[in-house]
């Protein structure tokens, strides 16, 4: 049986990230309808679906290692994982917020010139580096959720979940580029972005368990409070909460500090509006906190 709380983590992550990696190819592709390119919409999958395969070899080649390794060296690299993961998103939160604004239009002048420089093959390139970033941050952030569920039930759960949300941000894709005002990308951000800080913050704590248990971490590892008998961690809502939030019934102090400093931290900040960027290549972008779908889809053709 799939656990559901990593189903709903792999849920999340699929969907933010592939709604992400889905604007910027429906932008480039809009920008190709529009300027009569529209026959070299397929090199640009192509590089798109290059993209996610390198991503999807990347994740599988490091899950398999890190449970290949023995104790303490697999909780090390475990701990390592799951601290990167919630770095990574973190870095990506926060540079798509700076982004959004001039998304549009950067995009825009990189296909136009990769259509002067490089031909079909150079938009294949284009949109290979532009969803790769996005795929490996994506692979890494769910091998840290794999890796910090329990058991195969929990790593399935985060698989099957992420290939619900990418198949559903395929389908928002579509939707962008067909010129829907339907989408509020920018709540959808938002909301999303939330929900990843706190998913990120329960990695942060289960690294901390992980190097509390082989001895590197030695202070402040009594438990800080004890709710076994209330809502256990692994039935219920607690293996829910489990698998989404890294929740533990019994947390050592220096995991549950190190929980609530980075959601103390990174939460505010991220809700905190951007400052501007820098001006862009297409003076018409709207400038906006976070991608809407008035700031970022393609005009219908």
């Known amino acids: 049986m799939i656990d559901p709380g990593a189903l709903l983590g792999g ?31 397929p090199r640009v999958l192509l590089g798109a679906a290059a993209a996610v395969g390198v991503s999807v070899v990347l994740g599988v080649a490091i899950y398999v290692f890190v449970g290949g390794l023995r104790s303490p060296y697999e909780q090390l690299l475990e701990a390592g994982t799951m601290v990167a993961a919630a770095a990574i998103v973190t870095w990506m939160l926060f540079w798509m917020k700076r982004q959004a604004a001039g998304l549009r239009g950067t995009l825009q002048a ?25 795929g490996i941050e994506t692979a890494v952030f769910l091998v840290g959720q794999a890796t910090a569920a329990t058991g195969s ?4 759960g985060v698989l099957v979940g992420a290939i619900l949300g990418l198949a559903l941000a395929t389908g928002i894709g579509v939707i962008i580029y067909a010129g829907s005002r339907r989408i509020d990308l920018r709540l959808f951000f938002r909301i999303t ?5 706190f998913i990120a ?10 190097l509390v248990e082989i001895g590197v971490i030695a202070v402040a590892t009594a438990p800080a409070f004890d709710l076994v008998a209330v809502l256990p961690e692994d039935s219920g809502v607690g293996l829910v909460l489990r698998a989404l939030f890294g929740y533990s019934a019994a947390p050592e102090v220096v995991a549950l500090v190190a ?27 709207e400038s906006t906190a976070e991608p809407t779908a008035d700031a970022t889809a393609p005009a219908s053709t």
């Open 259 to 285: 929980w609530a400093a980075y959601v103390g931290v990174v939460l505010p900040l991220y809700l905190r509006a951007a400052r501007p960027p820098a001006p862009v290549a297409d003076p018409a972008a």
């Open 193 to 197: 972005g939330i929900l990843l800080v």
């Open 11 to 41: 849920l999340v992550t699929g969907l933010r990230e592939g709604v992400e990696a889905a604007l910027l190819i429906a932008i480039i592709a809009g920008f190709l309808a529009r300027t009569g390119s529209g026959r070299a919409i």
């Open 153 to 156: 039930r929990g790593a399935l």
């Open 201 to 210: 913050a329960g990695l942060v704590s289960r690294a901390v368990h992980e």
């Open 110 to 134: 990189r296909t136009a010139h990769a259509l002067d420089q490089g031909g079909l093959w150079g938009l294949t390139l284009l949109a290979f580096t532009a969803v790769i970033r996005e």
